[in-house]
DNA sequence: AATGAATGAGATTTCATTCAT
DNA sequence: AATGAATGAAATCTCATTCAT
């Protein structure tokens, strides 16, 4: 069903080299963009031969879609939905904290996200809005229980509340994205510019409970 | 102070030539990417030769800068604060309105946004750095006048509210960037899809009242 | 009606730099091969950068499309039927020296057309139809008004004497194509070598008159 | 004295398979040309590995060798003088539909000698001059009994009408070349365009008798 | 100042050949 | 001997920039 943008060779190395060989290609695809991003670049950064390449995608496009659909699949354990949780806004918390650590831990993911979101890329965003489905109905659903459950009040709506925990999740992925991104936060908080989720979460009880 | 990208040309063409001529340089850079837009595609579409660029704008990137930096003039209007409201939330209302018109309206624009606040276009977002912080002392603004008004509740932080409403304004600026976010809200909202803004309105009166 | 190959450019240039351009292309293409020549070595026959070359055609292979069309319609005119003899052998005779001639002067030529003839070029021997069959019809017009005039027997049959003096004339077009070629010639014959013609020509008579 | 362009272990591998090999590389090299033949497709056609052709030959080039000489070697009884005939136009039709068929059975190896017949690639066409030779002498050979059983003129120059004779069985040869050639039967005959040999032999009876 | 053809550095891609297994 | 992944020289082609008019 899902479409297969590598070829066979590709499946025939050994599984270890092959998510080496996808984490080098995100690396260098993510810090200077895919147009930017030259074969050379990245085959250096593989430490293959730029005609390997070759041996593995046809062309550099179909490399792209391979590193964001295997790329999602590989970080979608990250995105999984969180255990259960005894308390509500503890759930949330480490949702929160699950964005700003990826966002932390794979800046390029992010920019690949970012980069692949903009309409010119719309043929590799294809590939991203499962994921995007699925954190959205996560917070859909752990919204829902709080409030069954007494934790969040009940006169707000979920779907408004679950668009609105999606938009500051999203800021929290993209808060190490880039030098520009970490300046802002100076705009934003005068204290604990690294880590805002305790203020976010304090604020959030206030307003939810 | 600030540096200047074009040369002297550029300064001597009437005013309505020279901002066609800008509009249509982001209409195609944001269309298709800094890279991906090529020197003719912006001169066919500006309607002059692409020698005539060059008569203008010493290299690609020095374009680049320019039609951020006046882009950002010209529409820096736009996100001029509003004028005073009686009300705290018609005014937070009309700031969101504002962001969900401007990216209906300007889309190609918030595509150089976007595409400029990733990290290997660093030199590009140091433009707009200044207009984003306007942009959150301005919803620091609104919300400590609110608190002082009694519109809006005192025990919570007014930096944090106002990285949550910045988000949220975010979000709604790339509402209609590509229509890989044109789907994305069918997944958030089962009615309503083309203005979120009242039930978020709704919500918030709630939430922060 | 006829599909164009070249870019407007091209046209724009002078004439006489257009067709110095297309023997350039002829010359290295019919001494190389399609494949072989490179457009490195092309542009430098030229006397052009390679990049110019792209400025007039969009593919290599748009190229060759054009010297052949065009490669023909520059000597079309050396193909045109020759005008009127009285003596119906005379005519075969300077139809005959006009094929030797043609393939002593643009050997190239005759290699491009050797080379298109093959099936994998089937997409460039297209446009040389029109010129055999332009050679043919001369063949059998010539013949009949020869038989017409009691210069040729009656009892042969047009078509077939028709093939085989194309068979003929083919032969003498290649009779310089080729070192090879020219090695063949001592096979066939034991004195004169360079022209065969008298020697084809008077045996013609004995069989056709 | 003959120079060997193939490695030992190409001796060493079963005649069989080794015919096999040869043809599959003549019918992919004949078909796509020796440029655009690649190593890749002629292994495939082959049934092995594209390292096994190096194992074979060490260069592309000795391949082409190989084929052709060899490719000769298998043909060459196709072309042997053909046994004796008491009629001489027997003899004559009989060398022209040998033409006709081995062009028919074996359009890719026709292909290799018309391709091999271009100045560039001359280093391949040495090998077949010794056929050629061998062709032309058995027209000559031919031609000269004819004419001492008194079955053909004594007033025609045997050389000439060999040359003749040769023109015409090299376009049987390519009559099915290629569609190209296929599409000129049409402007030669209205009729019996597959086998055009009986109108040729009843002219040159009248011609040459 | 305006034009658009000309240039060539640099990118992607091909593919004959090598080499480890 | 056989395999097919790995290599990199060399090809095609792109496009920012220059330059003659």
Redesign the pocket.
Same mark, same amino acid.
């Given at each position: 069903m899902k479409k297969i943008y590598h070829?066979? =060779?590709?499946d025939? &190395?050994p599984e270890e080299?092959r998510l080496r060989l996808l984490q080098a290609s995100i690396k260098v695809m993510g810090q200077k963009g895919f @147009?930017n $991003?030259? &074969?050379?670049?990245i085959?250096r950064e593989m /430490?293959? @031969?730029? /005609? @390997?390449?070759?041996?593995?995608? $046809? =062309?550099?496009?179909?490399?792209v879609h391979t590193i964001i659909t295997m790329g999602i699949e590989i970080q979608r354990k990250a995105f999984e939905p969180l255990a259960e949780y005894v308390d509500t806004f503890s759930h949330i918390q480490s949702i929160l904290e699950r964005s700003l650590k990826i966002g932390r831990e794979q800046p390029e993911l992010i920019c690949l996200w970012h980069e692949s979101s903009l309409p010119y890329n719309a043929q590799f965003s294809d590939h991203t809005s499962e994921l995007y489905r699925q954190g959205v109905l996560e917070w859909k659903s752990v919204l829902k229980k709080g409030v069954s459950r007494g934790d969040i009040r009940e006169d707000i709506d979920i779907d408004t509340i679950a668009f609105i925990m999606n938009a500051i999740a999203s800021q929290l992925l993209r808060y190490n994205m880039s030098d520009f991104q970490k300046s802002k936060r100076a705009v934003h908080f005068s204290r604990n510019l690294d880590d805002p989720i305790p203020d976010i979460m304090e604020n959030l009880k206030k307003m939810l409970a």
């Open positions: 070829k066979e =060779t590709f025939n &190395i080299k @147009s $991003a030259k &074969i050379e670049d085959a /430490g293959v @031969s730029y /005609g @390997s390449i070759y041996t593995y995608f $046809a =062309t550099k496009e179909d490399l």
